[in-house]
């Protein structure tokens, strides 16, 4: 029996095929973006946090890997709670020797809803992406915490892969994925007319609500969000619509 093939888009530093491969589907994985290193004002880790947030591994690596920032980054960390989003996030932080003290799921929304209600005079630290989303930070104000937003990655588009609209056309996917809104841009943005129709009509998996309303504002028909915004449960939910796909076929 051939396995059903499903598009898997990405746009972060951790391969999807390192934490989701699976006997049941064939996953064809694509890289949307590069990661670049961004420097961190000095004076954006000075002071004592009450809170310190992070979102991705990325985001771990940068602020434990890079000499210049990782000595500040773990005297404020020894000294604030810590919140990771997804058990992927707590294992860098621990094992770069950070004790993590909440675990959030991958939304803003579920940042949000683990953290205090009122948050007047709390520092919050939340170092991230270029492309993250603004929900956590403005939803922390909104509390009276005050934020820092330490911009420490950023994703720089790869060049499109010819192939690709032959790929979506020729040989249709039983489903796919995109990771964020990044990788989501990445793969509407330039393809073929009946690419894009192709597409349309294929089952997707979007980690998180904004990748979500991306696809949807493309017209994708079927888009289901993962509990958790995490690989594992994305292959999960793709070996469920590729198997649903071809038993139909």
């Keep these: 029996m051939i396995e059903p093939r ?49 979102t991705s591994q990325v985001a771990v ?48 929304e579920s940042i949000l809803d683990r953290l205090p209600r009122r948050m007047e005079g709390n520092r919050v630290l939340l170092p991230c992406g270029d492309d993250a989303s603004l929900e956590v930070p403005e939803g922390l104000r909104a509390r009276g915490a005050s934020v820092t937003r330490a911009v420490v990655y950023r994703k720089v588009p790869k060049p499109e892969d010819p192939r690709l609209d032959a790929e979506i056309v020729q040989r249709p996917f039983a489903a796919f994925c995109v990771t964020s809104p990044s990788a989501a841009r990445w793969l509407m943005s330039g393809r073929s007319d009946a690419a ?9 998996v979007a980690l998180g609500r904004f990748t979500r309303r991306y696809l949807e504002s493309h017209g994708v028909e079927r888009i289901d969000v993962t509990e958790e915004a995490s690989f594992e449960a994305a292959r999960k939910r793709l070996e469920t619509l590729a198997l649903s796909v071809e038993s139909r076929a």
């Design 6 to 54: 499903v598009l898997v888009v990405r746009s972060g530093a951790n391969p999807f095929l390192a934490f989701g491969e699976s006997p049941r589907i064939e996953i064809v994985e694509m890289l949307s973006h590069a990661i670049e290193r961004v420097a961190v004002p000095p004076e954006a880790l000075t002071g004592r946090f009450d809170w310190v947030v992070l």
């Design 61 to 108: 690596e940068r602020v434990l890997g890079d000499p210049e920032i990782s000595d500040d980054f773990r005297r404020i960390a020894s000294e604030a709670r810590v919140v990771a989003v997804g058990a992927a996030t707590r294992r860098a932080l621990e094992a770069g020797g950070c004790s993590v003290q909440l675990i959030a799921r991958g939304s803003g």
């Design 196 to 204: 894009l129709e192709r597409l349309k009509h294929t089952p997707a």
